[in-house]
């Protein structure tokens, strides 16, 4: 079975603090990606990397900035935590299949909700 | 453009009736690929069903069953026989070419099965 885990499943940081989250998956794949989840909205897709050091932007980038040196690992950085940015993350990873970045199933984590006050 | 349409917010059945979740979906891509993604109150996105656009076989796995149909380009999801543990916010999701192949998810339908 397809493992992925992240960090914390809750998190209360302040306003300006520098936020790590981090995502691990057990089944060597390929590309992995942070959403976030927020009522109404659903979820979008903030980054994703395709492989070790590479990442591309998602559709809300802004305010966030990504990190992959392993391919088991995929850390999502929020450089100075705002209010805004309270909200459910979720992590995924998903193997390469023929061409395209996500031909095949995403495996999500189990979501770290983070509280910024 | 990608889209995915969920139109029911919420659902609220009886344990045992059946249930049926609809999802419409909209892309030029002539290949496709669909999913249902189940989220209970602990959070986490469970992976339930993949679909490609070339095969529109319906599937049926225990409780749930899947209609996949092109010609109105809906994907629904029934459950039959509810019980308590459905309940959860069901998301319907599509992956296309023209989209990179990322996912694009619809809103999601909370189903709440009383006792």
């Known amino acids: 079975d397809v493992k992925v885990t992240q960090s914390s499943r809750y998190l209360v940081k302040r306003t300006g603090e520098k936020v790590f989250l981090e995502c691990v998956q057990d089944?060597?794949?390929?590309?992995m990606f942070w959403y976030r989840q927020d009522p109404g909205l659903g979820l979008r897709l903030i980054y994703f990397s395709y492989d070790v050091k590479m990442k591309e932007k998602g559709d809300i980038p802004e305010g966030y900035s990504v990190s992959r040196e392993k391919k088991e690992r995929f850390s999502l950085i929020l450089e100075s935590a705002s209010t805004n940015q309270t909200s459910m993350y979720l992590c995924?990873?998903?193997?390469?299949?023929?061409?395209?970045?996500?031909?095949?199933?995403?495996?999500f984590g189990p979501g770290t909700r983070l509280t910024v006050l | 453009a990608q889209k995915v349409t969920q139109a029911q917010t919420e659902i609220s059945v009886v344990e045992k009736e059946d249930v049926t979740l609809d999802c419409v979906y909209e892309t030029r891509d002539t290949t496709y690929y669909l999913f249902w993604y189940k989220q209970p109150p602990s959070g986490e996105l469970v992976f339930l069903i993949r679909r490609n656009s070339f095969d529109e076989q319906n599937e049926i796995s225990g409780r749930y069953s899947w209609n996949f149909q092109k010609s109105t380009s809906s994907f629904n999801f029934t459950i039959t026989a509810s019980q308590v543990v459905d309940s959860a916010v069901y998301f319907c999701?599509?992956?296309?070419?023209?989209?990179?192949?990322?996912?694009?998810f619809g809103s999601g339908t909370r189903l709440l099965v009383r006792p």
């Open positions: 089944m060597d794949h390929e590309n």
């Open positions: 995924a990873s998903s193997k390469v299949g023929g061409s395209g970045v996500s031909l095949v199933t995403q495996y």
């Open positions: 999701a599509l992956s296309a070419m023209d989209s990179s192949y990322k996912l694009i």
